[in-house]
């Protein structure tokens, strides 16, 4: 397991709006512990039984908060992450969708004096099945087990574990890296740290059009990774130049097109899914389980 | 989000970025009147937003005012059909009437952003007039790059090296390094995502001017922008498009015969992408978003139901936290609605999908469901081939 386990202490950003307040007792409920949210303003009251503080800083001093998970809107968002990884937040989880490509080139320069680790914007979260669940997904569909999975996208990604877990196949660790042009922890970033896991036996990365995030993961495969790496692309019927729902899923001047990607993948050892009804039994397969 | 020709050289004027004069003309006589004003020759451009305008007839030459009245008459209504365009074209509803200066030089400059850097990259190349994705496969020597600083944006020393690599010295030398520090300005303070001058020319008596220009805006931070926002042509987007921009949906128009509505960006790609390998066509991408309400689903519906090209539906939703029974009572309700004929294969995953799937068997509707992705795929594109 990677990033997040039991000891994790979540402090929710925006928790008094309506997808904060839903998703914190979500988390809670799947057993994360969740200390409290932050809501400007709303310091010293509490929100459906969680304490409320004014700063990020607060609720670190007072609760030890680990891992800020933020529902801020797209507007405020960039600076939530700043505020988080100013408080000496290790891990800051973004869930918003939409924050301006511009605020996110400027929350990076900003993360990187710092020693947090952004994952996201514009993703599901992660979660360590069994210890905690920091984000949107359905914990129920997860189970715990020896698959790494890493993604770009949220509701594929719920896809690939509910064909893992039919087939008894349990996930270390989740991660939902995002779907924007500029995002925190990349590919390498997660399959560097499922390598190192010695509880990850298999690695499920699922990527899409748009960028080369996929190609430098190929790069990083081939040189470090020796556990099996199955992996799927979506878009391979994207037409050029139009954005697919994901700010990031664009095929731009002939670049970041499926077929490439898979290429990439495929040469660097990676076992390539055709179709996404195939994920669960290939990663099966590849661990000799099926 | 795109804008005209005619907008970006306004807005790059304002940042000083120097641009052919001339003027925007909806009518032939206006036209005449532009070029009257000018003086000399001039050039009349369609403003359409697909690229490749020249090559399809979208720019004339004209010696003087009757010239660019004859040339703006042909081009106004005419519709231009280029490899960027729908088959049908575009329809000519304005064109800008400039000087023509005689050109010594086509350059390239361009600011956008560079996803693995995380941070806009500055890109000069001396082979302008031709795009710059050929030059970088072609001749890749001669593109000169140059990454802003993320905070502090692009340094003068950088804006030198660029008007340097673009040839250029003396008094041309100082006059490119400031485009190059006006057009990046302009990008940050406008929140672009592409500010290119393709070409930038260096004219016979030694200016340096932006020929075409080309903005485009990222759109999660139009918001903050409401001069450029007002920028927008819906007449450059197709109907359906601005249909379902309208209801928040994101779709995109392709032309195969299988509907789909899907939940989530990634999901709704690698469905079209199984209804590809089931031997099927999509018709479009279309996500609902994660909670698939009602409401979206009513919405999505009416989209897909109003392109004739649709066959057949496929629904594939990963509810997760949403219920499927609710899901099937907001699909059963919206076929209901909206009188739908279109056979309907319905996937879903999530709490409570026995319940969900029984909704639908027993409907009475032309609904069919489907145990997993792979077999809803194949079960679609059979009923869109029946349905032919």
């Known amino acids: 397991m990677i990033l997040v386990d039991k000891r994790t202490r979540v402090v929710v950003q925006g928790i008094t709006g309506r997808e904060g307040a839903f998703h914190a007792a979500r988390c809670k409920d799947y057993g994360t512990t969740v200390v409290g949210g932050v809501t400007p303003g709303k310091g010293g009251t509490t929100h459906e039984g969680f304490p409320v503080w004014n700063t990020v800083a607060e609720a670190v001093a007072n609760e030890g908060a680990t891992c800020a998970l933020i529902f801020v809107p797209p507007a405020a968002a960039a600076d939530a992450i700043m505020e988080a990884a100013a408080a000496g937040v290790p891990l800051v989880v973004c869930i918003t969708e939409g924050i301006p490509v511009a605020d996110m080139v400027r929350a990076k320069e900003f993360l990187s004096r710092t020693t947090s680790r952004l994952v996201g914007p514009n993703c599901p979260g992660l979660i360590t099945p069994g210890q905690a669940k920091v984000g949107i997904m359905p914990g129920h569909i997860h189970r715990e087990g020896h698959v790494g999975v890493v993604s770009r996208s949220g509701t594929l990604t719920y896809e690939v574990v509910h064909q893992l877990t039919t087939r008894g196949l349990g996930q270390s660790t989740c991660v939902g890296i995002g779907g924007d042009p500029v995002t925190g922890t990349s590919f390498v970033d997660v399959l560097r740290l499922l390598n190192e896991d010695p509880e990850t036996h298999a690695i499920m990365l699922i990527g899409e059009i748009g960028g080369s995030a996929e190609e430098e993961a190929a790069a990083f495969i081939r040189a470090n990774v020796r556990k099996p790496v199955v992996a799927f692309i979506c878009g391979q019927t994207a037409p050029p130049g139009r954005r697919m729902g994901h700010a990031g899923a664009i095929i731009a001047g002939g670049r970041g097109t499926a077929a490439e990607k898979m290429r990439a993948l495929e040469a660097a050892g990676a076992r390539l899914v055709p179709s996404p009804a195939d994920m669960g039994k290939q990663v099966a397969e590849a661990l000799g389980t099926a | ?188 303070a406008k929140d672009c995502s592409l500010a290119e001058i393709n070409p930038l020319v260096v004219t016979g008596d030694g200016r340096l001017l932006a020929l075409d220009a080309k903005l485009t805006f990222d759109d999660n931070a139009l918001y903050r922008h409401p001069d450029v926002t007002a920028l927008r042509d819906v007449h450059e987007e197709l109907p359906l498009d601005v249909e379902a921009s309208r209801y928040g949906l994101n779709y995109i128009k392709l032309d195969g015969s299988v509907g789909c509505m899907v939940n989530g960006a990634g999901l709704a790609m690698a469905t079209m992408d199984i209804v590809k390998l089931a031997g099927g066509e999509p018709a479009n991408f279309l996500d609902v978003g994660g909670g698939a309400s009602p409401e979206q689903i009513e919405n999505a519906f009416r989209i897909l139901s109003s392109d004739p090209s649709v066959k057949a539906v496929f629904i594939n939703v990963f509810g997760g936290i949403l219920r499927c029974d609710r899901l099937a009572a907001g699909v059963i309700a919206a076929v209901r609605k909206l009188g739908l004929k279109l056979p309907v294969v319905v996937r879903m995953e999530g709490t409570n999908v026995e319940l969900g799937r029984k909704m639908l068997a027993e409907s009475g509707l032309a609904l069919t469901t489907a145990t997993d992705m792979g077999d809803g795929a194949q079960k679609v594109v059979e009923l869109a081939r029946a349905a032919r």
């Open chain 2, 1 to 188: 989000m795109k804008i005209h020709e005619y907008q970006a050289k306004a807005l790059l004027r304002e940042f000083g970025v120097t641009v052919p004069r001339g003027d925007v003309a909806d009518s032939p006589a206006r036209a005449r009147e532009i070029a009257q004003a000018l003086g000399g020759r001039v050039v009349v451009k369609a403003q359409v937003h697909a690229g490749g305008r020249g090559k399809a007839g979208g720019i004339q030459l004209a010696d003087g005012p009757s010239a660019a009245e004859a040339a703006a008459k042909q081009l106004l209504g005419m519709r231009l059909r280029t490899p960027q365009t729908p088959p049908e074209g575009v329809e000519v509803r304005r064109v800008l009437v400039e000087e023509a200066a005689p050109v010594r030089a086509e350059l390239y400059l361009a600011v956008t952003l560079d996803r693995e850097r995380s941070t806009e990259v500055v890109i000069a190349s001396q082979a302008g007039g031709m795009e710059i994705e050929e030059v970088a496969a072609r001749a890749p020597e001669k593109i000169l790059r140059e990454w802003a600083h993320p905070a502090l944006g692009l340094q003068p020393f950088q804006a030198r090296r660029l008007a340097f690599a673009l040839g250029l010295a003396g008094a041309q030398q100082t006059a490119g390094g400031t485009l190059a520090l006006n057009l990046f300005a302009c990008y940050r």
